[in-house]
């Protein structure tokens, strides 16, 4: 097995700064620039109001959404830090603080799509069982980003358009969060994200994520049976030779480690390849990567919630 070698651990923003960033969204535009997305608590709030009068002292998830960049492949980050303007939506104004204080996070990675770059984001509506007890799919699409140098011209645009993002199917639960998206061959973009339903969720837009379908769960094949899926990351990837890679968790339930009635393991009708297990662990987040040269290769990486 080769080698990979790391280099030390180089912080874009200081700990006394950020309570914690969430899984930062890394964007790399052609000419070698990274910019770097984050959750930002920058008016240093201490707890959050549930939606059943109770509080949380969490605080992670709130704040402004800003970025830094580097020049030198992360050695040293830009000195300041720069907000993201981000849309009003329905679900903003209905939290309890009528909208003064948003909730929300990223862990999607973003797509590229013609000029624009597209970065999948999570708004919260309310805090409560489970944490985030309502959410939704945004888009803060950028169409300067890849060429502007100057981080102060750079502009985004919130998708879709109106005032709610990509839910549930109609009807349903209240959750619906960490959207992962891919584009096709021919523009279209496919998104999916998780539920607490027991299985995924997800859409399409032809036109750049201004618009999406119905919302539907995620089948094995059209009118297939639904892929079993808890409130834990599903991720699609399209790799370089054209083919798409989909990380799931082949169970239902709500969440991980819980099945749930009736809730047992699927069995595969498409082509699936288990990655491993973790006995008494709970993985979640995968990132996956492919090195080039005379010995190609894929890695994934992921989280376990007993060391991470």
């Not at 639904?226 to 082949?250: D, E, Q, T």
Request: glycine share 12%; hydrophobic share 35%; with cysteine.
């Amino acid at each position: 097995m080769r080698r990979i070698a790391w280099t030390p651990v180089s912080a874009s923003e200081g700990i006394m700064n950020i309570v914690f960033p969430i899984l930062p969204a890394a964007s790399k535009v052609p000419g070698g620039r990274v910019y770097c997305f984050y959750n930002h608590n920058t008016d240093n709030v201490r707890e959050v109001k549930r939606e059943d009068g109770g509080v949380y002292r969490r605080v992670d998830s709130l704040g402004q959404y800003v970025f830094r960049y580097t020049d030198d492949h992360g050695r040293t980050w830009s000195g300041r830090r720069w907000a993201v303007p981000i849309r009003e939506f329905e679900c903003d104004r209905r939290n309890v603080y009528g909208g003064r204080i948003r909730f929300f996070w990223n862990v999607g990675r973003p797509a590229i799509l013609g000029d624009e770059a597209i970065l999948p984001h999570h708004k919260v509506g309310a805090m409560g069982a489970g944490f985030f007890a309502q959410s939704e799919g945004v888009f803060l699409v950028s169409r300067n980003i890849l060429t502007e140098r100057d981080p102060d011209r750079i502009v985004f645009e919130t998708r879709p358009v109106g005032d709610v993002g990509l839910r549930t199917p109609a009807g349903v639960g209240r959750v619906a969060e960490e959207q992962s998206i891919a584009t096709l061959s021919d523009g279209t973009l496919f998104c999916v994200y998780r539920t607490i339903d027991g299985w995924p969720a997800c859409a399409w837009s032809r036109d750049a994520g201004r618009t999406w379908t119905a919302p539907e769960y995620l089948t094995r094949r059209p009118g297939g049976p639904r892929i079993k899926h808890p409130r834990a990351a599903n991720f699609v990837w399209r790799c370089s030779n054209g083919m798409f890679l989909y990380w799931f968790h082949n169970h239902g339930g709500r969440f991980i480690g819980e099945l749930g009635a009736g809730a047992t393991a699927s069995v595969p009708t498409m082509t699936a390849t288990p990655l491993g297990s973790w006995p008494g662990a709970r993985s979640a987040h995968p990132r996956a990567c492919a090195s080039s040269g005379r010995s190609p290769r894929s890695h994934s990486t992921t989280t376990t919630r007993t060391s991470a």
